[in-house]
């Protein structure tokens, strides 16, 4: 099985979002229904070490009702590790143990687990992306990183940095 790094249809783009669920993802729920623009959220469980001023980050359980008010608004959701551990330092035991914590709180919070993961920094191995397909994934990655994830970058610089990447200026 091959990683998904675009789409397959010519014209056309995804929207994503890893890391959260973050206590900022209902405001950006709300943008996207106004805008009428589907996306996909890469879901971590527990995000409680990477929240930052202003965007504390917490677990799956205690935003379940955004995650849910993200699937029921027909947003793609997606597995993106328990604690976003980057698959490439840690055991093949530890890529199940991630994955499989993570399926449990998806369960629980929507009764269903996904069939597609981001792996944390885009990274994958031989023997993690092995597991990942034995376990029933599609490994999702990117072709284009407007390097949004630093915030030193200004809007302006991100849309430059998609402008370079992409060769395109409309959208």
Known sequence: AEVITGCKAAGTFAVTYDDGPSVLTS???DYLDEVKVKATFFINGNNRENGETGNPMLTIYELADVVRRAYNSGHQICSHTWAHTDLLTVSEQ???????????????????????????????????R????????TVVTWNVD???????????????EYVDQTGSTSH
């Open 130 to 137: 092995k597991i990942l397909y034995k376990m029933g994934y």
């Open 146 to 160: 407007p390097v949004d994830w630093d915030p030193v970058n200004s809007i302006d610089e991100m849309y430059q």
């Open 27 to 29: 405001g950006l729920l």
């Open 94 to 128: 530890e890529v199940v143990y991630e994955m499989t914590r993570l399926n449990h709180a998806f369960s629980k919070v929507l009764g269903k687990v996904p069939t597609c993961m981001r792996p944390p920094y885009g990274d994958t191995d031989g023997p993690s």
